[in-house]
């Protein structure tokens, strides 16, 4: 089936450290997006890729990087800098230029900073 | 960028009942607008979606109306099931300057719970 995997599922983390968030997706999709969800906050965009080797800032990008060697993989680095990272993390990817940009979600990352 | 707004935050109806979601956007740029359900521990997923060009659109229980002068759109849910519990999240499509690549914007989300 084809679908998008992200893990780890939870994870937890000293302050101080930085944490890699894995995504993977087999849908042959261009375009792949890092959303942050807080409570009462909706989905907030961290980064996007249109293609390998490219990718833009979203409105909250700041403590965080990614990378795009791969179509398939889209991982999410949250550094020390950021200075509340404790949240749910979701990636997605849609088709990109065309049509009507239908996301495909994750099951997202539940990041815990202790 | 483009402002979503969405009411109420929670929502909480009887099994059978109707229940109903409202967003307003700012853009009149925008021109997608997809309701996504998420359940507890899962990603979103897309239930419903309408472009700019069409008033109306219903799939089964689900009916999504778009009012462009007013910048409102509302998703209905009818005969309300249990199963139907979920954070729903309404969102508009803006291409920014530049961009080939649409960019959703998100509402906060409403918690619908349906009471057996």
């Known amino acids: 089936d084809g679908g998008i995997t992200q893990s780890p599922k939870y994870l937890f983390r000293k302050e101080g450290q930085n944490v890699t968030l894995s995504c993977e997706q087999n849908l042959n999709h261009d375009a792949m997006y890092w959303y942050r969800q807080d409570p009462g906050q909706g989905l907030r965009l961290i980064y996007y890729s249109q293609i390998v080797n490219d990718f833009q800032k979203g409105d909250i990008a700041e403590g965080y990087s990614v990378s795009r060697e791969k179509k398939e993989s889209f991982p999410l680095t949250v550094t020390s800098a950021q200075k509340n990272p404790t949240a749910f993390y979701l990636c997605?990817?849609?088709?990109?230029?065309?049509?009507?940009?239908?996301?495909?979600f994750g099951a997202g990352s539940r990041l815990t900073v202790l | 960028g483009e402002n979503v707004e969405q009411h109420p935050s929670t929502l909480s109806v009887q099994e059978g009942d109707s229940a109903v979601i409202k967003c307003t956007y700012s853009d009149s740029a925008s021109n997608y607008f997809p309701w996504y359900k998420q359940e507890l521990g899962k990603g979103p997923q897309l239930i419903i979606d309408i472009r700019s060009n069409v008033g109306e659109k219903k799939d089964q229980r689900i009916a999504v109306t778009l009012n462009k002068t007013a910048k409102h759109f509302s998703l209905h849910i009818t005969e309300t099931q249990p199963e139907d519990s979920a954070v729903y999240f309404c969102a508009a499509r803006k291409f920014d300057r530049g961009s080939t690549l649409g960019r959703l914007y998100f509402g906060r989300g409403t918690q619908l719970t349906v009471w057996p």
């Open positions: 997605a990817s849609s088709r990109g230029f065309s049509g009507a940009n239908v996301l495909t």
